[in-house]
C-alpha cells in the first residue's frame, strides 16, 4: 500500500521505504540526516512537477494541475507509475513531498495517477 504524506512529518508505524517526489532535496540539511529526519530514504525527482510547471501552483492551480499531468503523461512516467502501482500491491512504502497541505499539492495528482495505474493507497 503507498502512503501519500508531508516529508518531515513523523513517519506512521509501518509506513516503510519513504520515496521524496519533490524537484529538490531538503534545505540546510545533510544528506545523511535525509531518512533519519523523515524527509526521505529515496530520493524521486521524476515525481516532480517542473520548476516551469510548479511556477504555474502559484498562479493557476487549474493550470498546474493539467501541466502535471501532461508531464506525467510522458512514457518514462507512465512506466514509473506503473512500477509503483504494482510494488502497493507487494509492500507498503510512502511517496511525499513537502507542501503543508496537500490539497494544493502535486501529491494529490499523484495520488490520483497512482489509482488510476491500480495502486493501493491510504
Not at 529526519?37 to 515525481?47: A, G, K, R, S
Not at 510494488?87 to 489509482?115: A, K, M, N, P, W
Request: net charge positive; with cysteine; hydrophobic share 35%.
Amino acid at each position: 500500500m503507498i502512503r501519500v504524506v508531508r516529508l518531515g512529518s513523523p513517519r506512521a508505524k509501518g509506513e516503510g521505504l519513504r520515496l521524496g517526489t519533490v524537484r529538490r532535496p531538503p534545505r540546510g540539511v545533510k544528506k545523511t540526516d535525509y531518512a533519519r529526519l523523515d524527509y526521505y530514504d529515496v530520493w524521486l525527482p521524476d515525481l516532480a512537477p517542473s520548476q516551469k510547471v510548479i511556477a504555474l501552483a502559484h498562479q493557476d492551480w487549474k493550470r498546474f494541475t493539467r501541466a502535471y499531468q501532461r508531464e506525467m503523461n510522458a512514457p518514462a512516467a507512465q512506466r514509473l507509475l506503473g512500477v509503483l502501482a504494482a510494488l502497493s500491491r507487494q509492500t507498503d512504502f510512502s511517496v511525499g513531498c513537502y507542501c503543508e497541505d496537500e490539497q494544493r499539492c502535486h501529491r494529490s495528482i499523484l495520488r490520483q495517477l497512482l489509482e488510476q495505474h491500480g495502486a493501493r493507497t491510504s
